[in-house]
């Protein structure tokens, strides 16, 4: 089967999206179970209705955004680093984000920081950052 670049694209636009969401969590340095729920939640709540690509395995895309950010967490990746690839993708592809879609983005980061312990000093940062990404 041949990959076109759009297909391409979507893979890649989701892996960055599971960066993004893993350097949301990771923020304080500790992944809680309680952010990995909120993410599978919000993925089969939320995105699920948003995309109904298939990636070349025959499975819904979206859940690259899972495998990228479970990945991440095996190998206690930066968090920092982790936003740095999505702000890197995200400034490579602005035309990929909709204002629905930065909307989607920006709750789904934000129900992830305030699903334990509501937010710290270190994931406000990373929303903030985010939200100032998307407002230039």
Not at 58 to 77: A, C, K, P, R, T
């Amino acid at each position: 089967m041949v990959v076109k670049l759009e297909d391409d694209l979507k893979d890649r636009f989701y892996q960055k999206l599971g960066s993004l969401f893993y350097a949301v969590a990771a923020a304080d340095k500790v992944v809680h179970p309680r952010e990995i729920e909120t993410l599978k939640k919000l993925i089969l709540e939320k995105w699920k209705e948003t995309e109904d690509y298939k990636d070349h395995f025959g499975s819904d895309v979206i859940h690259q955004m899972e495998i990228v950010f479970d990945w991440l967490q095996y190998n206690n990746s930066r968090s920092e680093t982790s936003f740095e690839n999505f702000r890197d993708f995200y400034n490579e592809n602005p035309s990929l984000f909709t204002q629905a879609r930065k909307d989607l983005i920006m709750e789904t980061a934000s129900r992830i920081a305030h699903s334990y312990a509501d937010v710290n000093k270190s994931e406000l940062i990373i929303l903030s950052k985010l939200d100032s990404l998307f407002k230039t």
